[in-house]
């Protein structure tokens, strides 16, 4: 009996045959001339050997692939045909004809990812073109969302996301097209970013050796980008096409990103029609089809990509000939500056299928591996720029990005946040903390409520899940919703108060949230007192002065009574779990200093709360058991009251004396000696570490008190608190020199490059002793 799936194959074949010949094109041929046809003759000889084979999994997947594949890639198909031919691979995914566990399925899904995001036609018109825009779009996503999907290598899915985005950002698009982009976009980031367990951190030099192959690009190019000049390789016409309508040619995708000055054009060619594109820059159109190769930097061989300006209108007058339509591609990143192209070059491009070098020699390369290496499933990298890329859309002194690109930049960023937990992924916490945050915190300050909106909703997931590795992210961003709730402006809309105060509201309703708040950061010696201002501001802001009751009055009472109840909440725990403490397990003990898992129970969700320090003296309390670690300042992982009120009085102190040294470093010292906060006569060692930690200190005044020549010691102390080990001289040099500001005169310069300079002999020294 024969296999069902090798009919429904066979089908697919005479529906995209049967289509072929109808086309203008072959409506004339004679069987010969199919035979000699190379797409025509593919499919004819995929049929003898389905016709020999009782099984399709005894035919590799590439075979029964290809003869669609070259139809998607070829430039002389138009789009009605091309379109058959993604609906033929579609059905095979959804029907799960390829085998995920067959030998040769990477290979055939890397050719597959390939062709369609390289998908070449002629435009018919502006309407038919778009449904094949549709289908390219169900196509990744059907093959990135199917478990084959999981074969494809890091540089495939940054080409399948770049494709899916220039889709989403051409605004001479449809609407219904692009917002159909924009939900694939959303299955897809959802799919990439749940698989987010699975992967491991690569290392660092694996990581900075292989991100430049998967850079991405948003909607335009800076100027400071560097693109290759590229030379053009004429390629001669198969055939001709005779058209009495305009010929639309769509990247799939968009507009590619070219400097003009790259382009070689002749005068007759450049006289034809220019649109701008969104980035500022134009991108000429063409009569006559070429290809634009691209030297690709590579280490081993040498690989061109061609690349083509689709997404422009060719006006033709009625009987005019035109070569055959140009390439519908992504334009890949272009890496590096370097290497040269011919300009009759008879190398076939990693993307071409079937090359045709200007003779009319057809190269057809057989090896689908990147750079001759295994093909390797997709993992953290390309994870990471995806998120790079969203992060980077986000950005709104980027005059390339547009409120709409700021929006989905913010809106796949959600959905990146409520699919996985990234903080345990340093490569990726570490554009949260710099960069992801510093676009929120900007987009906190603009007038569109939509970004507005979103950046609110975005934080709140950072903080829900990740404040303990956010300590200064969220006092900076609690800091900005007060400046919101308590500004003047006029032209502030009324809207964003309440928004602000509502995320106030979510946040405080976070377990144990507002009792970190207190902890890490109002006694804190060198943090803001949060708890203080938010609560402060509540009050205030609770009750209407002028008797008018708005809704921000019932936020911010809303809002102080979500603090009143969770610190209610926290004070019943506590007098629960010690009625309870012999009769628990897992309990804190505290003895001779040492901490152990303390096994408390929250009073609303009868969950066992663990306090645990993370990273900046942070004390994190969450639903799950971790060894804890003790903040510097406390006596124990959890201080009492007594302790508390000690902190906060010290750090009245540390704050007067930080003044009075801004003023005049002697009083500070000085105060701060009486008061007993540091020691009389002056530890050296003890006053620099206190001057390397106060950030509030005045670095003008730092740098004048360590270059004293009476205070020698003291900079020598100063210096050795520094961690040089492990780092060039030019980046210790900058770490020292951003601790104070130089003072102005060359013989205390001198002094203090000189003690410097020693305590770096003495460090580099004996890192080469030890290496001999």
Known sequence: ??????????????????????????????????????????????????????ELSDVEPNIFLRPFLEVV????????????????????????????????????????????????????????????????????????LTPVGAHLTNESVCEIMQSCFRICFEMRL???????????????????????????????????????KLKMRAGGMSESSKWKKQKRSPHPPRHMVRSLTQVCVFLPGGVPFIEQDSLSVSDSVASSMSIPT???????????SREDLTDLDQSSSAATTPSTEPGHLYTQSEGRQVEHAQSVESIPEVLEDGESVTEHSDSASLHDMDYVNPRGVRFTPQQTQRDGAALIPYSLPCLRELFRFLISLTNPHDRHNTDAM??????????????????????LLGLVKDELCRHLFQLLSVDRMNLYAASIRACFLLFESMR??????????????????????????YEMKEMALEALVQLSRIPSFVTELYINHDCDFYCSNLFEDLTKLLSKNAFPVSG????????????????????????????????????????????????????????????PIALIHLSENFIFILAEKKEPKKPRRFSSCLPDSQELLDIRNKKKLLNSGTEQFNQKPKKGIQFLQEKGLLSSPMDNNEVAQWLRENPRLDKKQIGEFISDRKYMELLDSFVNTFTFRGLRIDEALRLYLEAFRLPGEAPVIHRLLETFTDTWHVISLSIHNRLD
Request: negative net charge; hydrophobic residues 40%.
């Open 468 to 493: 303990g590795h956010l300590k200064f992210q969220l006092e900076m961003y609690l800091k900005k919703l007060m400046d919101i709730i308590t500004s003047e402006n006029m032209k502030m809309p």
């Open 278 to 288: 969104d980035s500022g820059l134009d991108t000429c159109s063409k009569a006559t």
């Open 548 to 607: 008018q009751l708005y809704t921000t009055h019932l936020l911010s009472l809303e809002a102080l009574l979500t603090v009143i109840d969770s610190t209610e909440a926290h004070c019943q725990a506590k007098v629960l779990n010690s009625t309870t403490q012999q009769d628990h397990s897992a309990e804190m003990v505290l003895a001779e200093g040492e901490c152990s898992t303390n096994d408390r129970t929250d009073t609303t969700t009868g969950t």
């Open 174 to 212: 449809s609407e219904l097209l692009r917002k159909s982009a924009e939900h694939t976009l959303v299955d897809m980031v959802q799919l990439l970013f749940s698989r987010l367990p699975q992967f491991k951190e690569e290392a660092k030099s694996f990581v900075g050796a292989n991100m430049k």
């Open 73 to 144: 890639r070829s430039e002389d198909t138009t789009g009605p045909i091309t379109g058959m031919a993604l609906t033929s691979v579609n059905k095979f995914l959804s029907y799960g004809l390829i085998d995920a566990n067959h030998e040769a399925a990477a290979e055939a899904i890397e050719n597959m990812a390939d062709a369609v995001t390289h998908a070449r036609f002629v435009g018919t018109d502006p309407a038919s073109d778009e449904v094949v825009l549709m289908k390219i779009l169900q196509v990744l996503r059907t093959l990135l």
């Open 406 to 427: 700021m929006h989905m930049g913010l809106q796949l960023l959600t959905v990146a946040l409520e699919a996985a937990h990234i903080a345990p992924y340093q490569s």
């Open 1 to 54: 009996m024969v296999d069902k799936n090798i009919y429904i194959v066979q089908g697919e074949i005479c529906t995209v045959v049967g289509a072929i010949k109808r086309n203008s094109r072959w409506n004339t041929h004679t069987p010969l001339d199919e035979e000699q046809d190379p797409l025509l003759n593919s499919f004819s000889h995929l049929k003898e050997i389905l016709n020999n084979m009782k």
